[in-house]
């Protein structure tokens, strides 16, 4: 079973930066495509980036291309999200997921077996 704790969420302003974590234990995640899910108030969760799992490849929402960077320490068996330019639609509670497929089903299906319980991202006008 696999556990994912994410921090770093708080309130920024419009046009600030904010760099998620989500730390995996429970068992090795260097072997799990990572990545994180936002959902707003009365929204649908939706997908926002995805990282392989030596990191090499991406994938990105096209809200948050250009402004959004994941990336991952297997040896923290830690995934990052470096949000900058944030406006008040990125606000919303983010979840940090992984699943142990191949790149290519998760970049296809966006499907993931684990998720966190979720950080609040503020982003006020």
């Known amino acids: 079973q696999v556990q994912l704790v994410e921090s770093g969420g708080g309130v920024v302003q419009a046009g600030g930066s904010l760099r998620l974590s989500c730390v995996g234990s429970g068992r090795s995640l260097s072997d799990h495509v990572m990545g994180w899910f936002r959902q707003a108030p009365g929204q649908q969760r939706e997908f926002v980036a995805a990282?392989?799992?030596?990191?090499?490849?991406?994938d990105y929402a096209d809200s948050v291309k250009g402004r959004f960077a994941i990336s991952r320490d297997n040896t923290k068996s830690t995934v990052y999200l470096q949000m900058n330019s944030l406006t008040p639609d990125d606000t919303a509670q983010y979840y940090c997921?992984?699943?142990?497929?191949?790149?290519?089903?998760?970049?296809?299906?966006?499907?993931?077996?684990?998720w966190g319980q979720g950080t609040q991202v503020t982003v006020s006008s």
């Open positions: 990282t392989s799992w030596s990191g090499d490849l991406t």
């Open positions: 997921v992984a699943d142990p497929r191949a790149w290519i089903v998760a970049k296809t299906t966006h499907v993931f077996d684990y």
